[in-house]
Protein backbone atom coordinates (compact mmCIF):
# COMPACT_ATOMS: atom_id res chain seq x y z
CA UNK A 1 0.00 0.00 0.00
CA UNK A 2 1.59 3.02 -1.50
CA UNK A 3 -0.87 5.56 -0.73
CA UNK A 4 -0.60 6.56 2.67
CA UNK A 5 -4.28 7.25 3.43
CA UNK A 6 -4.90 3.30 2.10
CA UNK A 7 -2.16 2.47 4.57
CA UNK A 8 -3.64 4.06 7.39
CA UNK A 9 -7.11 1.51 6.98
CA UNK A 10 -8.65 -0.49 9.27
CA UNK A 11 -12.05 -2.26 9.33
CA UNK A 12 -14.45 -2.78 12.16
CA UNK A 13 -14.45 -6.72 12.25
CA UNK A 14 -18.26 -7.55 13.70
CA UNK A 15 -19.10 -5.28 9.71
CA UNK A 16 -17.54 -8.60 8.16
CA UNK A 17 -18.49 -11.39 10.43
CA UNK A 18 -19.36 -11.93 13.89
CA UNK A 19 -16.34 -14.17 14.76
CA UNK A 20 -13.13 -12.72 15.46
CA UNK A 21 -11.13 -15.34 13.24
CA UNK A 22 -13.62 -15.37 10.49
CA UNK A 23 -13.42 -11.58 10.11
CA UNK A 24 -9.74 -11.49 10.79
CA UNK A 25 -9.19 -14.12 7.96
CA UNK A 26 -11.06 -11.90 5.72
CA UNK A 27 -9.54 -8.68 6.63
CA UNK A 28 -5.71 -10.42 5.62
CA UNK A 29 -7.35 -10.83 2.74
CA UNK A 30 -8.40 -7.62 1.85
CA UNK A 31 -4.33 -6.34 2.42
CA UNK A 32 -5.59 -4.41 5.49
CA UNK A 33 -3.36 -4.82 8.25
CA UNK A 34 -5.45 -2.76 11.34
CA UNK A 35 -9.08 -3.40 12.99
CA UNK A 36 -11.52 -2.16 14.88
CA UNK A 37 -13.32 -4.15 17.36
CA UNK A 38 -16.81 -3.49 18.69
CA UNK A 39 -18.11 -7.12 19.05
CA UNK A 40 -17.46 -10.43 18.29
CA UNK A 41 -18.86 -13.87 19.38
CA UNK A 42 -22.23 -12.40 20.12
CA UNK A 43 -20.53 -9.65 23.12
CA UNK A 44 -19.90 -6.09 23.10
CA UNK A 45 -15.96 -5.84 23.89
CA UNK A 46 -16.69 -4.72 27.26
CA UNK A 47 -18.50 -7.50 28.11
CA UNK A 48 -16.06 -9.99 27.31
CA UNK A 49 -14.52 -12.00 29.96
CA UNK A 50 -10.67 -11.93 30.55
CA UNK A 51 -10.59 -15.60 29.18
CA UNK A 52 -12.21 -13.89 26.10
CA UNK A 53 -10.26 -10.85 26.11
CA UNK A 54 -7.07 -13.01 26.00
CA UNK A 55 -8.29 -15.66 23.50
CA UNK A 56 -8.74 -12.16 20.88
CA UNK A 57 -5.32 -11.01 22.13
CA UNK A 58 -3.84 -14.23 21.13
CA UNK A 59 -5.66 -14.34 17.64
CA UNK A 60 -4.54 -10.99 17.04
CA UNK A 61 -0.95 -11.59 17.24
CA UNK A 62 -1.43 -15.03 14.97
CA UNK A 63 -3.37 -12.36 12.52
CA UNK A 64 -0.39 -9.44 12.86
CA UNK A 65 -3.33 -7.20 13.52
CA UNK A 66 -2.76 -3.95 15.05
CA UNK A 67 -5.78 -2.59 17.31
CA UNK A 68 -6.32 0.89 16.48
CA UNK A 69 -9.59 1.59 18.41
CA UNK A 70 -12.16 -0.04 20.68
CA UNK A 71 -15.77 0.93 20.34
CA UNK A 72 -18.32 1.11 23.02
CA UNK A 73 -22.20 2.34 23.49
CA UNK A 74 -20.90 4.73 25.75
CA UNK A 75 -23.00 7.61 26.76
CA UNK A 76 -24.95 6.50 23.34
CA UNK A 77 -28.57 6.21 25.65
CA UNK A 78 -28.04 8.88 28.32
CA UNK A 79 -30.02 11.65 28.64
CA UNK A 80 -29.22 14.84 30.19
CA UNK A 81 -32.07 16.72 29.31
CA UNK A 82 -33.12 17.13 33.21
CA UNK A 83 -29.07 17.62 34.71
CA UNK A 84 -26.78 21.25 34.72
CA UNK A 85 -23.49 21.19 34.16
CA UNK A 86 -22.62 20.71 38.17
CA UNK A 87 -24.80 17.97 38.30
CA UNK A 88 -23.83 15.28 35.91
CA UNK A 89 -20.92 14.02 37.80
CA UNK A 90 -23.21 12.53 40.91
CA UNK A 91 -25.76 11.53 38.38
CA UNK A 92 -26.14 7.66 39.36
CA UNK A 93 -26.94 7.33 35.64
CA UNK A 94 -23.72 8.75 34.31
CA UNK A 95 -21.78 6.90 36.88
CA UNK A 96 -23.55 4.09 35.75
CA UNK A 97 -22.30 4.67 32.30
CA UNK A 98 -18.47 5.42 33.33
CA UNK A 99 -18.35 1.34 34.50
CA UNK A 100 -18.67 1.27 30.29
CA UNK A 101 -16.01 3.34 29.83
CA UNK A 102 -13.55 1.90 32.18
CA UNK A 103 -14.04 -1.31 30.84
CA UNK A 104 -13.13 0.43 27.59
CA UNK A 105 -10.44 1.41 28.90
CA UNK A 106 -9.50 -1.94 30.02
CA UNK A 107 -9.89 -3.45 26.59
CA UNK A 108 -7.98 -0.87 24.69
CA UNK A 109 -5.10 -1.24 27.03
CA UNK A 110 -5.13 -4.95 27.18
CA UNK A 111 -5.14 -4.50 22.90
CA UNK A 112 -2.57 -1.68 22.63
CA UNK A 113 -5.36 0.55 21.48
CA UNK A 114 -4.72 4.04 21.41
CA UNK A 115 -8.47 5.22 21.07
CA UNK A 116 -11.85 4.61 22.94
CA UNK A 117 -15.02 5.89 21.45
CA UNK A 118 -17.71 7.84 23.07
CA UNK A 119 -20.85 9.53 22.15
CA UNK A 120 -22.72 12.69 22.65
CA UNK A 121 -25.07 11.55 25.13
CA UNK A 122 -28.49 10.91 23.57
CA UNK A 123 -31.24 13.87 21.81
CA UNK A 124 -34.30 14.84 23.34
CA UNK A 125 -37.19 13.72 21.44
CA UNK A 126 -35.00 10.48 19.26
CA UNK A 127 -37.36 7.92 18.43
CA UNK A 128 -34.91 4.57 18.19
CA UNK A 129 -32.31 5.36 16.07
CA UNK A 130 -33.79 8.61 14.29
CA UNK A 131 -34.47 6.88 10.85
CA UNK A 132 -36.59 7.93 10.00
CA UNK A 133 -36.71 11.75 11.18
CA UNK A 134 -36.12 15.12 9.89
CA UNK A 135 -32.80 15.84 8.63
CA UNK A 136 -32.70 18.97 9.91
CA UNK A 137 -29.95 21.90 8.56
CA UNK A 138 -27.03 21.26 10.87
CA UNK A 139 -28.67 18.28 12.50
CA UNK A 140 -31.08 20.68 14.16
CA UNK A 141 -30.62 22.98 17.17
CA UNK A 142 -27.91 22.30 20.38
CA UNK A 143 -28.87 24.79 23.14
CA UNK A 144 -25.57 26.62 25.16
CA UNK A 145 -27.37 25.28 29.14
CA UNK A 146 -26.94 21.31 27.17
CA UNK A 147 -24.14 22.03 25.12
CA UNK A 148 -22.84 22.91 29.13
CA UNK A 149 -23.62 20.10 30.13
CA UNK A 150 -22.52 17.71 27.64
CA UNK A 151 -19.14 19.40 28.08
CA UNK A 152 -18.66 18.61 31.70
CA UNK A 153 -19.61 15.14 31.31
CA UNK A 154 -17.31 14.42 28.86
CA UNK A 155 -14.61 16.61 30.56
CA UNK A 156 -15.00 14.11 33.52
CA UNK A 157 -14.86 10.87 30.76
CA UNK A 158 -11.71 12.68 29.02
CA UNK A 159 -9.75 12.80 31.58
CA UNK A 160 -9.75 8.88 33.07
CA UNK A 161 -9.14 8.26 29.09
CA UNK A 162 -5.97 10.77 29.96
CA UNK A 163 -5.24 9.05 33.17
CA UNK A 164 -5.05 5.85 31.28
CA UNK A 165 -2.50 7.37 28.31
CA UNK A 166 -5.78 7.04 25.97
CA UNK A 167 -7.41 9.40 23.78
CA UNK A 168 -11.54 9.91 24.01
CA UNK A 169 -12.90 9.88 20.04
CA UNK A 170 -16.24 11.27 19.83
CA UNK A 171 -18.32 9.75 17.75
CA UNK A 172 -21.27 11.68 15.89
CA UNK A 173 -24.19 10.04 15.45
CA UNK A 174 -27.68 10.41 14.36
CA UNK A 175 -29.56 10.14 17.62
CA UNK A 176 -27.51 12.15 19.76
CA UNK A 177 -26.44 15.60 20.23
CA UNK A 178 -22.85 15.30 18.31
CA UNK A 179 -24.96 14.14 15.78
CA UNK A 180 -23.09 16.23 12.44
CA UNK A 181 -19.23 17.46 11.79
CA UNK A 182 -20.65 21.05 13.03
CA UNK A 183 -22.47 20.03 16.78
CA UNK A 184 -19.47 18.09 17.12
CA UNK A 185 -16.86 20.42 16.76
CA UNK A 186 -18.62 22.79 18.97
CA UNK A 187 -19.01 19.95 21.60
CA UNK A 188 -14.66 19.46 21.96
CA UNK A 189 -14.26 23.07 21.70
CA UNK A 190 -16.57 23.03 24.80
CA UNK A 191 -15.18 20.65 26.30
CA UNK A 192 -11.68 21.82 26.46
CA UNK A 193 -9.83 18.76 26.99
CA UNK A 194 -6.69 17.92 24.92
CA UNK A 195 -7.59 14.38 25.44
CA UNK A 196 -11.00 14.28 24.14
CA UNK A 197 -11.02 14.64 19.60
CA UNK A 198 -13.00 13.13 16.97
CA UNK A 199 -14.15 10.58 15.97
CA UNK A 200 -15.76 12.12 12.33
CA UNK A 201 -18.46 9.99 10.96
CA UNK A 202 -19.24 12.02 6.97
CA UNK A 203 -22.00 9.48 6.42
CA UNK A 204 -23.53 9.94 9.53
CA UNK A 205 -22.77 13.94 9.19
CA UNK A 206 -24.79 13.39 5.96
CA UNK A 207 -28.18 11.53 7.53
CA UNK A 208 -28.46 14.24 10.28
CA UNK A 209 -28.47 16.99 7.99
CA UNK A 210 -24.70 17.80 8.28
CA UNK A 211 -22.86 18.96 4.89
CA UNK A 212 -20.10 16.69 5.38
CA UNK A 213 -17.80 18.93 3.42
CA UNK A 214 -16.89 21.29 3.59
CA UNK A 215 -18.80 22.35 7.29
CA UNK A 216 -18.52 19.35 8.68
CA UNK A 217 -14.72 18.57 7.70
CA UNK A 218 -13.60 21.91 8.92
CA UNK A 219 -15.27 21.71 11.95
CA UNK A 220 -14.13 18.92 12.98
CA UNK A 221 -10.42 19.08 11.35
CA UNK A 222 -8.70 20.53 14.42
CA UNK A 223 -9.75 18.00 16.47
CA UNK A 224 -9.57 14.99 14.22
CA UNK A 225 -7.77 11.32 14.92
CA UNK A 226 -9.84 9.25 13.33
CA UNK A 227 -12.78 8.53 10.49
CA UNK A 228 -15.17 5.99 9.55
CA UNK A 229 -15.90 5.12 5.94
CA UNK A 230 -19.50 4.28 5.03
CA UNK A 231 -21.91 6.07 2.48
CA UNK A 232 -25.47 6.86 2.31
CA UNK A 233 -28.45 7.86 0.57
CA UNK A 234 -31.81 9.91 0.86
CA UNK A 235 -34.87 7.41 0.19
CA UNK A 236 -37.36 9.78 1.15
CA UNK A 237 -36.50 13.68 1.85
CA UNK A 238 -40.12 13.86 3.03
CA UNK A 239 -39.36 11.61 6.30
CA UNK A 240 -35.72 11.52 6.29
CA UNK A 241 -35.55 8.38 5.30
CA UNK A 242 -32.28 7.36 4.82
CA UNK A 243 -30.05 3.83 3.60
CA UNK A 244 -26.93 2.91 3.73
CA UNK A 245 -24.62 2.08 0.53
CA UNK A 246 -21.10 1.04 -0.50
CA UNK A 247 -18.71 4.39 -0.74
CA UNK A 248 -19.10 5.37 -4.24
CA UNK A 249 -22.67 4.61 -4.62
CA UNK A 250 -24.54 7.50 -1.85
CA UNK A 251 -24.07 11.37 -1.35
CA UNK A 252 -21.53 11.61 0.40
CA UNK A 253 -18.30 13.11 -1.79
CA UNK A 254 -15.71 10.68 -0.45
CA UNK A 255 -13.55 12.04 -3.33
CA UNK A 256 -12.94 15.22 -2.36
CA UNK A 257 -12.58 14.48 1.36
CA UNK A 258 -9.83 11.94 0.45
CA UNK A 259 -8.22 14.50 -1.39
CA UNK A 260 -8.50 17.09 1.83
CA UNK A 261 -7.24 14.47 4.13
CA UNK A 262 -4.40 14.13 1.91
CA UNK A 263 -4.03 17.98 1.38
CA UNK A 264 -3.90 18.63 4.72
CA UNK A 265 -1.46 15.95 5.55
CA UNK A 266 -3.40 13.49 7.91
CA UNK A 267 -2.15 10.38 9.69
CA UNK A 268 -5.01 9.07 11.31
CA UNK A 269 -6.71 5.67 11.13
CA UNK A 270 -9.58 5.49 8.44
CA UNK A 271 -11.48 2.63 9.33
CA UNK A 272 -13.97 0.71 6.88
CA UNK A 273 -17.68 0.36 8.61
CA UNK A 274 -19.61 -1.08 6.19
CA UNK A 275 -23.20 -0.78 7.05
CA UNK A 276 -24.65 -1.93 4.19
CA UNK A 277 -25.76 -5.30 4.41
CA UNK A 278 -28.66 -6.09 2.06
CA UNK A 279 -30.43 -9.17 2.02
CA UNK A 280 -30.57 -11.55 -0.73
CA UNK A 281 -33.42 -12.55 -3.21
CA UNK A 282 -34.10 -15.35 -1.69
CA UNK A 283 -34.28 -13.77 1.47
CA UNK A 284 -31.76 -15.42 3.17
CA UNK A 285 -28.28 -13.76 5.65
CA UNK A 286 -26.25 -10.97 4.06
CA UNK A 287 -23.03 -12.26 3.24
CA UNK A 288 -21.07 -9.69 5.38
CA UNK A 289 -17.98 -10.30 3.98
CA UNK A 290 -18.52 -10.20 0.23
CA UNK A 291 -20.68 -6.73 1.27
CA UNK A 292 -17.23 -5.48 2.94
CA UNK A 293 -15.40 -6.36 0.30
CA UNK A 294 -17.55 -4.57 -2.41
CA UNK A 295 -17.33 -1.17 0.12
CA UNK A 296 -13.78 -1.36 0.39
CA UNK A 297 -13.45 -1.52 -3.94
CA UNK A 298 -15.69 1.10 -3.51
CA UNK A 299 -12.92 3.08 -1.29
CA UNK A 300 -10.00 2.08 -3.35
CA UNK A 301 -11.55 3.50 -6.85
CA UNK A 302 -12.44 6.73 -4.28
CA UNK A 303 -8.93 7.47 -3.21
CA UNK A 304 -7.55 6.48 -6.70
CA UNK A 305 -9.90 9.12 -7.91
CA UNK A 306 -9.16 11.95 -4.81
CA UNK A 307 -5.31 11.57 -6.17
CA UNK A 308 -5.71 13.97 -9.18
CA UNK A 309 -8.16 15.94 -7.06
CA UNK A 310 -7.02 19.37 -5.63
CA UNK A 311 -8.90 20.95 -3.07
CA UNK A 312 -8.76 24.48 -1.58
Keep these: MTDPLLANFAVCTDEVHPDLETALRAIREMGVRQVELLAFWGKPVVELSAAELDQARRLLDRYEMRVCAVGSLFLKGLLIGHLRPEQIADDPAFRQELQ ?5 IRAARL ?3 PIVRTYGFRREGMVGLGNPSPRLPRGGELPEATLATIAAGLRLAAQEAAEAGLILGLENVRSCWANTGY ?7 ATAHP ?3 AMWDPANDYVSGGV ?4 GYEAVRPFLCHLHVKDARVVDPTTGLTAWEPVGRGEVDWVTIFAALRRDGYRGTLSLETHWHPRPPDG ?3 DRIRDSQIAFDGVRRALAA ?5 VR
Excluded at 212 to 215: A, L, M, N, R, V
Design 100 to 104: VLRAS
Design 111 to 113: FGA
Design 183 to 189: HTGRIIA
Design 195 to 197: ALR
Design 212 to 215: PYPE
Design 284 to 286: GEP
Design 306 to 310: SRALE
